[in-house]
């Protein structure tokens, strides 16, 4: 299942010819609308909201740019992965192709973090994963931001 954003649903339709599995779409799975802070950068957001990202900084609930809060991100994104959970079959696998943000915050919400807690978790860089499990209490992070590449990268300084 996958974002209907481009990048995600690009990603994810190269994870499905990959595997012969068919991917379904979501809005739900989208990145976290930042209202007007949309298309900005962090030096155009910092000099024009200054303290309303000051105060996202510090972990308070901020609308940045009027957008959405991390939980109204998690509220749209978790049930959507949980009730594609409940339906895979006994030791079955399921991919979520998202963004960074839905991502991070549906993993807090889904481990049952307080959501000042989620910043914790750090990002999420392209192209990278992170694996849940079952736990005896629940959800359980195996990894995250993990990624690998076909051919180890070597530096020139050996």
């Excluded at 991390?70 to 992965?81: M, S």
């Excluded at 943000?101 to 910043?119: F, K, M, Q, V, Y």
């Excluded at 499990?133 to 530096?155: C, F, Y």
């Amino acid at each position: 299942m996958a974002s209907d954003l481009k990048r995600a649903a690009a990603t994810a339709a190269e994870l499905a010819a990959l595997t012969g599995h068919d991917v379904a779409h979501d809005a739900a799975l989208r990145e976290t609308y930042a209202g007007e802070w949309q298309g900005l950068t962090h030096g155009e957001i910092v000099a024009r909201y200054g303290e309303q990202y000051a105060a996202w900084k510090r972990g308070e609930p901020v609308r940045r740019g009027g957008g959405e809060l991390e939980t109204e991100v998690a509220d749209r994104a978790a049930p959507v992965v949980l009730e594609h959970a409940d339906k895979l079959p006994e030791n079955g696998t399921l991919v979520v192709v998202s963004h960074g943000g839905t991502i991070r915050t549906t993993i807090g919400r889904l481990l049952g973090l307080e959501s000042r807690h989620w910043e914790s978790l750090g990002g999420l860089s392209n192209c990278c994963w992170s694996v849940l499990g079952e736990g005896a209490r629940g959800w359980r992070l195996m990894e995250h931001n993990a990624g690998t590449l076909p051919e180890p990268v070597l530096g020139d300084d050996d």
